[in-house]
């Protein structure tokens, strides 16, 4: 059974940067994409960025390029989210997902698990 664990959102003011973690369990994750999404109250869930585990190819939002770095840690069995210059309107529950091959990285549908989310909230 796979397991996503996601750690390390809180209370940041804005300008100020978060390091998320998902720590993956269950399985091997090669062949696998991980991904990061967040949804706000109201709105509905966006896609943030997407790492291939094999590669380490990434993709990213245009919201949070430049701001944002997804990485992973084969060993650890973890994927990470560095969010710098934070703004009031990051402010959401981060989700981690992993996607059972690699397909179009933006659809959450075609994420296969997810985590229970991290609240990050930005004050202005």
């Known amino acids: 059974q796979v397991q996503l664990v996601e750690s390390g959102g809180g209370l940041v003011q804005a300008g100020g940067s978060l390091r998320l973690s998902c720590a993956a369990s269950g399985r091997t994750f090669v062949g696998f994409a991980m991904g990061w999404f967040r949804q706000a109250p109201g709105k509905e869930r966006e896609f943030i960025a997407r790492?291939?585990?094999?590669?380490?190819?990434?993709y990213y939002a245009d919201s949070v390029k430049g701001r944002f770095t997804i990485s992973k840690d084969n060993a650890k069995n973890s994927v990470y989210l560095q969010m710098n210059s934070l703004k009031p309107e990051d402010t959401a529950i981060y989700y981690c997902a992993a996607s059972v091959g690699i397909s179009t990285p933006v659809p959450a549908v075609n994420y296969d698990y997810w985590g229970q989310g991290t609240q990050v909230t930005v004050s202005s």
């Open positions: 790492i291939t585990w094999s590669q380490g190819t990434t």
